[in-house]
């Protein structure tokens, strides 16, 4: 699926480092959904946490979090951030922003979802000759309880207006365990307009909720290899068909402050372990040490790292490398250390690395270890 998005960066927010997409919509239709047409229950793509009732044609996508249409080159994409995220972009998406990157803001208004309260842009588009409709919905709130959810969405998807849903049960409406932040894009070209009409996109969004939790099972199947053990880490990130993050830091808490699935851990105040897949992988045996080399080096948030070993390694029967190394945390200053492993096969690697403050690493290096020898390829 082919979609044209507009990069806007939030640069009073590069902790997030959110390179979001921002689509463009058009009608001003009211904010409070039709009466008619859409179930109740909302829908959650794999691995995803947030959920909506999606218009007609749209079905959960493969390659992202969200929904789409292929063949009406339609989408909505759903991102969860922290909730400190929000009053960034509340106040860096702004219409003369919005102007820079050719994006046309029709309209601004508050708007409640089961997921919270926030607003909702409508804006227009023309880019690489196609004229785009674009919705941007920004919500902040909290995990709600399953039958609470249920409720809310129900009543979004059966018309009930903004007033009537400030009535709505506290739990739908504000947090229960963890505040977050969410954002909602959605494009749809304007010759697909007679498929995805304003109004039944807007009741869409009005169903945006969140659920608590996602099945491990669920997060895993996500990924292009297996994992035998999580050796009691949590899965705190999944980059759907590349990557996962296991964490021993709690949900929200200070070693669990990353900017990205997949990308190494802020703070080293707890043990993580990133495993990614990569698309190339050296030809040559010798190659193989610079090439380790060259991908630590992309490992962020390290400083004044000193490699103490580099030499190959076998593992799961296949060829691989391992670097050992020392560092510090580029925020914290904390002392960590820092194991990669690469495993190569099939013209492509996986790169694991670990990182654990130095006081937990013999322990933490035991886990990694025990995750490490339990992954094997789909």
Excluded: C
Aim: charged share 25%; aromatic share 6%; glycine share 8%.
């Amino acid at each position: 699926m082919r979609y044209i998005f507009s990069r806007h960066i939030f640069a009073r927010a590069p902790r997030f480092r959110l390179v979001l997409a921002i689509l463009a919509l058009a009608l001003a239709g009211p904010l409070s959904p039709p009466r008619q047409a859409l179930a109740a229950d909302p829908v959650f793509p794999p691995g995803a946490r947030l959920g909506l009732v999606p218009p007609k044609g749209m079905q959960p996508a493969q390659a992202f979090q969200g929904f789409g249409d292929p063949q009406n080159n339609a989408g909505i994409i759903l991102n969860l951030l922290p909730a400190r995220a929000y009053g960034e972009i509340e106040q860096s998406v702004t219409a003369p922003a919005l102007k820079k990157e050719g994006i046309v803001q029709q309209k601004r208004e508050a708007i409640t979802t089961p997921f919270g309260r926030g607003f909702l842009i409508v804006a227009r588009q023309t880019a690489e000759g196609e004229k785009l409709r674009k919705w941007l919905l920004v919500v902040k709130g909290a995990p709600a309880k399953a039958t609470d959810m249920k409720v809310a969405a129900g009543k979004a998807a059966a018309g009930a207006k903004p007033a009537e849903a400030d009535k709505a049960p506290v739990s739908a409406l504000t947090a229960t365990a963890e505040e977050t932040a969410a954002l909602v894009t959605v494009q749809i070209p304007e010759t697909a307009a007679k498929h995805y009409p304003d109004a039944a996109i807007r009741a869409a969004l009005a169903t945006l909720t969140i659920r608590d939790t996602v099945p491990d099972a669920e997060h895993l199947s996500l990924l292009p290899f297996e994992l035998r053990t999580l050796s009691d880490f949590r899965i705190a990130a999944v980059m759907p068909g590349r990557a996962v993050l296991l964490s021993d830091a709690a949900p929200g808490g200070k070693g669990d402050d990353r900017s990205e699935a997949g990308a190494p851990p802020d703070g080293g105040e707890a043990p993580h372990l990133v495993i990614t897949l990569g698309p190339d992988a050296p030809s040559q045996t010798d190659d193989r040490d610079a090439f380790a080399r060259r991908i630590f080096g992309s490992v962020g948030n390290l400083k004044e790292v000193k490699i103490e070993v580099s030499e190959p390694l076998r593992i799961g029967g296949a060829f691989g490398h391992q670097i050992m190394a020392e560092a510090k945390d580029q925020r914290t200053d904390k002392p960590l250390r820092v194991v990669q492993w690469l495993r190569f096969g099939g013209g492509t690697h996986m790169q694991i690395v670990g990182t654990a403050p130095r006081e937990e690493w013999t322990e933490a290096l035991n886990r990694f270890r025990a995750v490490r020898d339990g992954i094997s390829t789909r």
